[in-house]
């Protein structure tokens, strides 16, 4: 979409930190991150919040998930654990309407959130 920030993130029309990248998704650290750890991973295919999901990406949301997964291993929380993050429309506090996996660790999270 074109007026999408994560789009033109995709698009290679605003710079990000990328550490993943395939066919069908991107992860990228946070602009303004709020744990030691704290990156993205979104699908490259433009769907709104998790509430748009369709059966069709049902199995693309299994490896968005994933990769969010390994990723979170290799920036070094595997061991201590760290906090997997889909924020969904208004009351959900999304405030990028492209779906993303947000990945925060490398310090201890109170729950819950307020
Ligand atoms: P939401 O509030 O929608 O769940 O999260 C959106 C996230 O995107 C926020 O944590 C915000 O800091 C991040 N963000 C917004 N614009 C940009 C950008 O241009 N580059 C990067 N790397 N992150 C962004
Ligand atoms: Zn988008």
């Not at 059966?55 to 969010?68: E, H, I, N, P, V």
């Not at 979170?72 to 654990?81: F, S, T």
Request: charged content about 25%; proline content about 5%; some cysteine.
């Amino acid at each position: 979409m074109s007026d999408c920030i994560f789009c033109k993130i995709i698009a290679g029309e605003i710079p990000a930190k990328k550490i993943y990248e395939d066919d069908e998704m991107l992860a990228f650290h946070d602009v303004r991150p709020q744990a030691p750890v704290h990156f993205l991973v979104i699908p490259k295919k433009h769907i709104k919040s998790i509430m748009d999901i369709e059966s069709d990406d049902t199995a693309l949301a299994g490896r968005l998930l994933s990769k969010a997964q390994e990723l979170a291993k290799e920036q070094g929380c595997g061991e201590k654990g760290a906090r997997f993050v889909i924020n969904a429309k208004d009351h959900g506090g999304q405030t990028v309407d492209h779906l993303h996996i947000h990945v925060l660790g490398g310090r201890f999270l109170n729950w819950p959130p307020g």
